[in-house]
């Protein structure tokens, strides 16, 4: 079935710095992923929604400037969070999706990348 | 705007019982589509089950299965001879739209499945 690969699982960044997760779709071409945020015990919040080759669509709410999204190919979309703050700590993930319905509906997931800001 | 609602914050079942999640969705798009995942503390997000506005029949996957109760807007799931291992949080989600919409999806709170022994 369809697999999205994110990386890194798991980043510990000082305050100020960048992070950049990265998610690969392995065996289909993603023509579109969409990003999320989620805090601990609650549900996943869209931040973003990006179409290969062109800018991404921000949620209300979200900071473009600091939620930096590239989505250059059909197979890689990269979420950069510049000048982390330790409130940016949280658990992002990505979620890819192609043409069709396939058999989850059409949605496939990565497994998402938990970011601490200390 | 679409809003799913999840009521229940935590559960209890026994392990071999079954159990339902609840599950009501507000939206005034004609074609949608409603999901449930499973979400295990390692955080991924595993796909249990999918229902379509149009699909006459309800969907079941195994041990899963969604009733789907389209005038009354709720799209339970029913989780059969439950296991340890279904202890996690359930989300139920919904995607505006068409089959081959690219709407992001929409998620409810969640609830916590706790499954005793």
């Known amino acids: 079935g369809a697999v999205v690969s994110q990386h890194p699982s798991r980043v510990i960044c000082k305050s100020g710095t960048s992070v950049k997760i990265e998610c690969r779709s392995l065996d289909f071409q993603a023509t579109t992923m969409f990003w999320y945020r989620q805090f601990p015990k609650q549900s996943l919040m869209l931040m973003a929604t990006s179409n290969e080759g062109s800018k991404a669509t921000y949620e209300q709410g979200v900071e473009k400037d600091k939620f930096l999204i590239n989505h250059a190919s059909l197979t890689l979309s990269t979420l950069t969070v510049t000048s982390a703050h330790p409130e940016d700590s949280s658990f992002y993930i990505c979620?890819?999706?192609?043409?069709?319905?396939?058999?989850?509906?059409?949605?496939?997931f990565g497994s998402g990348t938990r970011l601490t800001v200390v | 705007a679409q809003k799913i609602t999840q009521t229940q914050p935590g559960m209890f079942v026994q392990e071999k019982e079954a159990v339902t999640l609840d599950c009501t969705y507000d939206?005034?798009?004609?074609?949608?589509?409603l999901f449930w995942y499973k979400q295990p503390s390692s955080g991924e997000m595993i796909f249990l089950i999918y229902q379509g506005s149009y699909d006459e029949q309800n969907a079941t996957e195994g041990r899963y299965s969604l009733n789907f109760q389209k005038a009354r807007k709720s799209a339970n799931l029913v989780i059969s001879a439950s296991q340890l291992g279904d202890s996690a949080m359930y989300f139920c989600a919904m995607r505006p739209g068409g089959r081959n919409s690219g709407y992001a999806l929409n998620f409810g709170k969640g609830t916590s499945l706790l499954v005793t022994p």
């Open positions: 939206t005034s798009d004609q074609s949608y589509g």
């Open positions: 979620s890819a999706r192609e043409g069709g319905e396939g058999l989850s509906g059409g949605y496939t």
